[in-house]
């Protein structure tokens, strides 16, 4: 049902790391639009331009073209919150509350609502506006699917496809060898990108976070394999695994962005520790963002025209506050202030989890 008293004028912007299938969402969300008499202004660079006011109308000529493309025609970031933007004074940099500064930029060109396409940090910032009173609708996007209220975020079939890729292609090499070849994933501190490609992919350990790992329980997996005459290993792991007692692997902290702590190098340091405790060659391959590049699946083309449609008739029919999402196949409504802040993790009764148990995949435990 669309509202009588409609919102006459919309912004939309990309906010967080990249994923494949913003301009997807992008282009649903403009045609939508001005299908039903909107004018829709495209925010650059994330809520950065809303407080530069870094703003430009769109027209279905801006999008032409754009659904296949990876990567955001109007460019993002994870380092500018508005609610804690870095401000230069006296030479030394000054983080400053500028909200409002962003929410007079866009009252100044007469926009009335918002859509925030973006993850957690994102959606938090989001939130925060609607509490504002600003009429916020959001889509949930991240590639490592660790949004809380949907079975699925965009970006993530791609980025698993490419990582089972990847595996198929490891798998090759690790067997002329004869090596165990480990494979770094995205995903921080949620472990469905190495769960989904490592069953994928023909993984023979997957390690995430959410289950501490024993190298003992890695090795026996190794030797057994040896045993049977399968001379090589392929192992997952996610970028945020670490084992039990142990730490998260961090690679370095970036101050003033949504993700301050970066990780990395949990592959290599398990690729040395298996050669030097098994006498076996082992290496390591960080997949990093090739993750997050080029075309995005026909699945995530789909959902993510699906999310754009469904946030903006959001906003026509004043369902603002809420996040579309994807629930048994049906695009559904969840309030922001529900997952705002909160993470979607895998739990040890998932079935995806379960199925890998019984055909023999180790999970370091």
Not at 69 to 94: A, C, E, S
Request: glycine share 14%; hydrophobic share 40%; aromatic share 6%.
């Amino acid at each position: 049902m669309i509202n009588a008293n409609k919102v006459k004028s919309i912004a939309v912007l990309t906010g967080g790391g990249d994923a494949p299938g913003l301009n997807a969402v992008i282009r649903a969300v403009v045609r939508t639009g001005i299908g039903h008499g909107l004018k829709v202004w495209g925010i650059k660079n994330g809520f950065g331009g809303m407080v530069e006011n870094q703003v430009i109308e769109m027209t279905d000529e801006y999008v032409a073209g754009i659904l296949p493309r990876g990567g955001t025609i109007l460019g993002t970031t994870n380092r500018d919150n508005p609610f804690n933007y870095p401000t230069m004074q006296g030479g030394k940099t000054v983080y400053k509350d500028m909200s409002s500064q962003a929410l007079k930029n866009l009252r100044q060109r007469d926009i009335e609502a918002l859509v925030v396409i973006g993850g957690d940090g994102s959606l938090k910032i989001g939130s925060e506006f609607y509490q504002l009173g600003f009429p916020v609708v959001a889509v949930p996007k991240t590639i490592d699917n660790d949004i809380p209220g949907t079975e699925r975020t965009f970006g993530f079939d791609t980025a698993v496809g490419v990582a089972a890729d990847a595996l198929d292609r490891l798998h090759t090499t690790a067997e002329s060898h004869h090596r165990v070849m480990v494979l770094e994933v995205m995903g921080r501190y949620a472990g469905w990108i190495a769960l989904h490609a490592g069953i994928a992919g023909g993984a023979d350990c997957i390690l995430i976070p959410e289950i501490p790992f024993q190298i003992d329980a890695i090795i026996a997996k190794i030797e057994e394999r040896q045993r049977r005459g399968r001379l090589f290993s392929l192992i997952v792991i996610a970028e945020g695994a670490y084992p039990q007692g142990g730490e998260i692997s961090v690679s370095r902290i970036v101050e003033g962005s949504h993700e301050k702590i970066r990780l990395g190098g949990a592959g290599e340091k398990l690729a040395r520790q298996l050669e030097s405790l098994t006498g076996v060659e082992s290496r390591c391959t960080v997949l990093g963002h090739v993750q997050r590049g080029g075309t995005p699946t026909a699945f995530d083309r789909v959902l993510s025209t699906r999310y754009g449609v469904a946030a903006a008739e959001c906003l026509l029919e004043g369902a603002f506050g809420n996040m579309v999402a994807l629930q048994k196949n049906e695009i559904i409504r969840v309030p922001i202030v529900d997952i705002a802040g909160k993470a979607n993790n895998v739990t040890a009764n998932n079935e995806l989890l379960k199925a890998g148990r019984s055909i023999g995949i180790c999970f370091g435990d």
